[in-house]
C-alpha cells in the first residue's frame, strides 16, 4: 500500500505562484506514473499534468506554459509548480499514483493510489 500526502496548497493573488509537494511512502515510488488532479466545486476531476516512470510528461491545455510537473525519485516526492495563477485554477489538488507507470494515463480510474486532497484558492 502507497501513502500519498500532499502539501503546499494556500490562498494566492491572480498572478502568484505556487508549489505542490507529494511525498509517497515505499521503495516502488520510482516504478509509478504519477499525476496531478484538481476538483472544482460541482465539476469533474481533471487531470492537470503528469509524468511517467520515464519522464515523459503531459499538460492539460488549461495549465501548458505555466505550470511544471516534475519528481525527485530519491524523495519520493512530485511537485506541481503552478505559476501565474487564475482565479480558474481554485480546486481541491490531488496527486494520484499509477504502479504501471508507462504511460501517461488520462483517466482517474487507471490511478492505483491517492492522496487526500489540498486547497488551491486564487483570488482575483
Known amino acids: 500500500q502507497v501513502q500519498l500526502v500532499e502539501s503546499g496548497g494556500g490562498l494566492v493573488q491572480a498572478g502568484g505562484s505556487l508549489r505542490l509537494s507529494c511525498a509517497a511512502s515505499?521503495?516502488?515510488?520510482?516504478?509509478?506514473?504519477m499525476g496531478w488532479f484538481r476538483q472544482a466545486p460541482g465539476k469533474e476531476r481533471d487531470l492537470v499534468a503528469a509524468?511517467?516512470?520515464?519522464?515523459?510528461?503531459y499538460y492539460s491545455d488549461s495549465v501548458k506554459g505555466r505550470f511544471t510537473i516534475s519528481r525527485d525519485n530519491a524523495k519520493n516526492t512530485v511537485y506541481l509548480q503552478m505559476n501565474v495563477l487564475k482565479p480558474e485554477d481554485t480546486a481541491v489538488y490531488y496527486c494520484?499514483?499509477?504502479?504501471?507507470?508507462?504511460?501517461?494515463?488520462?483517466?482517474?480510474?487507471?490511478?492505483?493510489?491517492w492522496g487526500q486532497g489540498t486547497q488551491v484558492t486564487v483570488s482575483s
Open positions: 515505499g521503495r516502488t515510488f520510482s516504478t509509478y506514473g
Open positions: 494520484a499514483a499509477d504502479r504501471r507507470g508507462m504511460v501517461i494515463t488520462a483517466a482517474s480510474s487507471g490511478y492505483d493510489y
Open positions: 509524468i511517467t516512470r520515464s519522464g515523459r510528461i
